[in-house]
């Protein structure tokens, strides 16, 4: 995948080496990041240029590393439920319902039925801010700067639900282990279902914006083609994989949670280029919007947690257990020894393993492409890096 | 600052299976859980049992391979073979080929650094067709090279980077096997037991952000 | 290419579409801005912001029984309890109190392992110091609850 | 010198026809100050109606509104550090800009913003204006080679690339409208009978040739004005480096592009000539299609009484400003540190109140309406800059060309040959009739 790169020190060294003359401008190698606009935190990016045209790239990761994993290892299964968070910060509800289920599924205990609707309703408000994040970023890249703002203001009435639900709004450490730490506010349905009729015409509007404009459409058409085989051989996950034509979404094949309770489906693209991502991810919202007025009118009644030990322990045993997180398939392998302490837990990002077809996408496009498939991968570099 | 070093330098938990039967957890509570299942299991001290996996696929891989299958088992519903190094790759190319496992989710391992063999690799694969879960799972000593799938799924690229990265355990055959997360010139691999939770490769930082250390 | 397609492509139906979304959100109704010192937005009751340590209303006691249940529950361990045994009541006290806010990520465990209710999550969410010391706050700090900067302009 | 001043005041003549060299200075410097005035607005106004447009509310804090935002921002830039990169070719560094900001500003010589009030009324002005104005690409590559730097290098190039294929789609345009000045012919398809128009080159000529035939170019022959002028509203935005063509300073994927380098007040040339440049050809758009300084319906709705009414729009663009400002002023928060902002907010309403009563006595109305009217169509112009800017997303750099090369040009090439076949109808048919009569 690498091959047109050996070290990042070669680069240089070719690039301002003093042999070749003057104006010699075989290749160029330009390096976007980790202070760049549109690379959406720190990723660095080596691109190889003839002209503007892309030879390779290599991804230069790791300046957010915070040793997630490491940290993991040193704090009771409890304590670490926050830090989850701050992997997809955007998606922070996502990430905390993997961890809790995943140390569930150890314990072989289960969440109560009023707790995993609240747990659905949340996940998918956050697949929708996800989303929508996406969305106003990846335009902006593409150079619309007003869908941002529009996304931003509706995305703002998820987190007040969020803020209102459990006190916080990006890092909302929403659920524990066993179930909900929160019972649902008063008048919580109401704002769900208020946001749910709010959001619908938005996204209306926001296709009116892009999906027909033209220039949108040529940005985005066949740019970043990546096939079935393709996409499942590089190991994509998520809306990049289902644009690509593969009908799998981990809520469907596996279902966790309650999600067999709901009636969706899963939008799925042809192409699987970039207008296809995007199509799939505006449709993924309404179906999500489906999921929430379900969920909101079924929600049952009863205790949100489930009967947890005060100190948890799991009995010495392996677990791999994924959800399909807004961003692809997010696993987390927790190995316990029997302690409080997880002995290892190995979190499987999707935007990490998403990252990797950068190279295989944007080779032989335009540097105004690159941009665009970075923002069309939707990474956070929190997850990347961990 | 101070108090960091408090719930940080806790000692190294041991393997589970060096562990002595550990107390019960203080209940596994759920009532459907197998908590009566206490007192004298042999290694593992309460929760449920990996019970052994039979199917065909196994019987199969067991005919093919005899004793590299060592064990085969279903815990909590997840299926895992842990098989010997030297036919891993062989295995896992089976896995592609033969059984539609055509889809590598996770490469990643785990230290026990007690053990003989202190590292164990993990590979996570996937089947849409079966809509099946699988690990396969090898033992490896430490500086034992682990052969690179990189041919089979390219996905492995940047897991087995990282993995070389947190752990320090070489894929052959991988085409450009370097540090990924951490910088190029990092000393210590950071999730091997032995690294402290704030230790840091200071010349590093000394030399490269011009500071002391980095705590 | 049909003609419905080819005359919509041709006068640009696509762009005027746009076109009059943009131009629909020029009213000033439709800001969204909040100008922040002068309105302040609404927190929810559940806000997660400022630790804050509980008083007994009436007496003006802390609530605090010195039981170190938060310090065990912080992820970060940035709660420090002091105690001592009162010789005449011979109940443990509370002497010292530190919580180091600079690292404090909020996550609110802490207010869920006290078991009096003393300590607290407020809703002060103006958090901003002039040194790191700054951020670490004693006892008399977290009793007195959050002081609120008004700006005058 | 009252006299003097009323005496050329009175007169027909621009200050270069005349050659009365006190009065091009006083007009170059009122064109200086007012181009410099206009870009103040436009920052402002940019970020008001960007914002707004983006559901948000702009710059609020300096002064009322942020009125006074400019001129802190113009002061921020001035007083900044100025940052030369240390490999960068120093020379070619300082001149860029320069250049760049002094092209933009010798367009406007040649803008008629009414009957007399231009510096100069050169017989070639539109080519004088279209050549001076393509020089401004020279300080942008300049820039960015100079840098010495990935991002601008890349962005000097796409803009030279940009600006040279539009510079052509744009001249074919300016061609046609240039043929519609020959014919005599009065109304929208009226071409005129032994070609006799004028046919000049002259700004103040087109808008007389406009005025002559009761139509602005824009209607002329429908829909082939309409097309040429569609033509040089697109290039003209690719020419101006405006979204959605502005790839030379793509910031999501340049970072700044040709100008990354630049800071303070360097920077503060590329971004005035930039603003210039668009007053400047938004100039060249109205003068060529849009009838110029005429008022709208000058064949229509005539007589004196019409004339007396059209002028006083400007007295109550002016009072209707004013009245905004006031309403804005009573809705302002009732807040303590908000006074200061409240009466600077009433203040300026009644300067523009006054000014707008300004405008109603006689003399100086009629002088000014002109300007007015120039004005106010330059300033929709501007207003769908910013419109543009606000929803649409950015071209990649094959498709600009794309469109510059295979639609742009095309087009300009069949509305051009339309456009002259049709003016040269009469003669057509006499010689087809020559042909059959001999045959």
Known sequence: ?????????????????????????????????????????????????????????????????????????????????????????????????????????LLNIEAPPRANYIRVILTELNRIASHQ???????????????????????????????????????????????????????????????????????????????????????????????????IALGVTGPVLRAAGVKWDLRKAQPYACYKEFDFEIPIGENGDTYDRYLVRIAEMRQSLRIISQAVEKIPDGPIMAKVPKVIKPPVGEIYHSIEAPKGELGYFIVSDGSTQPYRVRVRPPSFVNLQALDKMVRGMLVADVVAVIGTLDIVLGEVDR | ????????????????????????????????????????????????????????????????????????????????????????????????????????VDVTAVHYPKREQPFDLIWILYSFHKNERIRVKTLLADGQPAPSVFELWPTTDWLERECFDMFGIKFEGHPDLKRILLPDEWKGHPLRKEYGIIQQDNEWVNINLGIESGQ | MGVAPLLRKVFMVDLLKGLSVTFRYQHPSQVCTEQYPLERPQIAERYRGLPRLN??????????????????????????????????????????????????????????????????????????????????????????????????? | MLEYITNYLNSNLTPGQAGNIFWAVVYILLIFAGVSAAVILMNWGERKALAHMQVRLGPMRVGPHGLLQPFADALKLLLKEDIAPSEADKMVFWVAPLIVVVTAF?????????????????????????????????????????????????????????????????????????????????????????????????????????????????????????????????????????????????????????????????????????????????????????GGWLRPFTYWLSGSGWDTAFSLFPGLTFLVLAGFTFFNTVRMPKHPALKIQTVGLGVFGAILGVVGLLLFVPGVRERIQDIYWFSIKVAVFMYLYIWYRGTFPRYRFDQLMKLGWKVLLPVGFGVLIATGLIGLSDQLLEWVKGVMHWA
């Open chain 1, 1 to 105: 995948m690498t091959d047109v790169t050996k070290s990042t020190t070669s680069f240089y060294e070719e690039d301002t080496g003093k042999t070749g003359t003057f104006l010699d401008a075989n290749e160029l190698i330009l390096n976007m990041g980790p202070q760049h606009p549109s690379t959406h935190g720190v990723l660095r990016v080596i691109l190889k240029l003839d002209g503007e045209k892309v030879l390779g790239t290599e991804c230069i990761i790791g300046y957010l590393h915070r040793g997630v994993e490491k940290i993991a290892e040193n704090r009771t299964y409890t304590m670490f439920n926050p830090y989850v968070d701050r992997m997809d910060y955007v998606a922070a509800v996502s990430n905390g319902l993997g961890y809790c289920e995943a140390v569930e599924k």
């Open chain 1, 133 to 231: 994040l996406w969305l106003g970023t990846h335009a902006l890249d593409i150079g619309a700067i007003t869908p941002l703002f529009y996304t931003f203001r509706d995305r703002e009435e998820i987190l007040k639900i969020y803020e209102k639900f459990c006190g916080a709004r990006l890092t909302t450490h929403a659920f524990r282990i066993g179930g909900c730490s929160y019972e649902t506010y008063d008048g919580f349905e109401d704002n769900v279902k208020k946001f749910v009729k709010f959001v619908t015409p938005k996204i209306d509007e926001y296709e009116e914006l892009l999906t027909t404009n033209r220039i949108w459409v040529e940005r985005t058409k066949g740019v970043g083609i990546l096939s079935g085989p393709d996409a």
């Open chain 2, 1 to 104: 600052m101070p108090d960091d070093a408090k719930g940080n330098d806790q000692p190294v938990s041991p393997a589970p299976s060096a562990k002595p039967a550990a107390e019960k957890p203080a209940a596994p509570s759920a009532p459907g859980a197998p908590a009566a299942a206490k007192p004298p299991m042999p290694a593992k001290p309460a929760g449920p049992v990996p019970e052994p996996w039979d199917a065909e696929m196994v019987r199969a891989l067991k005919q093919r391979y005899g004793s590299g299958i060592k064990e085969a088992s279903v815990y909590l519903g997840q299926k895992y073979v842990v098989v010997d190094s030297s036919i891993v790759l062989d295995i896992l190319r089976g896995m592609r080929d033969d059984h539609q496992f055509d889809y590598c």
């Open chain 3, 55 to 153: 008083v007994n209303p009436e007496t003006g006691e802390t609530l605090c029984i010195a039981c170190n249940l938060c310090a065990s529950a912080c992820p970060e361990h940035l709660i420090v309890v002091e105690s001592e045994r009162n010789p005449v009541t011979k109940r443990k006290e509370m002497k010292r109190f530190t919580l180091d806010v600079s690292r404090c990520m909020f996550c609110g465990l802490c207010e869920e392992a006290c078991s009096t209710d003393c300590l607290e999550l407020s809703q002060d969410y103006e958090l901003a110091q002039y040194s790191r010391d700054g951020l670490i706050f004693d006892r008399a700090r977290l009793e007195s609850g959050p002081e609120n900067t008004v700006y005058s302009r």
């Open chain 4, 106 to 290: 010798t367009t406007f010589i040649v803008v008629p913003f009414g009957q007399t009030h231009a510096v100069t009324d050169m017989n070639i002005g539109i080519l004088f204006m279209l050549g001076v104005s393509s020089l401004g690409v020279l300080g942008i590559v300049t820039a960015g080679w100079a840098s010495n730097s990935h991002f601008p290098l890349m962005g000097g190039l796409r803009s030279s690339a940009q600006m040279v294929s539009y510079e052509i789609a744009m001249g074919l345009a300016v061609i046609s409208a240039v043929l519609m000045t020959s014919f005599s012919g009065v109304g929208p398809f009226g071409v005129g009978g032994e070609g006799t128009g004028s046919g000049t080159l002259s700004m103040i000529g087109i808008v007389q040739a406009q005025q002559a035939q009761h139509v602005w170019f824009v209607f002329k022959l429908f829909p082939l004005g309409l097309i040429a002028f569609g033509i040089f509203a697109i290039a003209m935005v690719a020419e101006t480096n405006r979204a959605p063509f502005d790839l030379p300073e793509a910031e999501s994927e340049l970072v700044a592009g040709f100008h990354t380098e630049y800071s303070g007040f360097r920077w503060s040339l590329f971004f005035l000539a930039e603003y210039a440049a668009m007053v400047a050809v938004s100039s060249i758009a109205v003068t060529l299609w849009l």
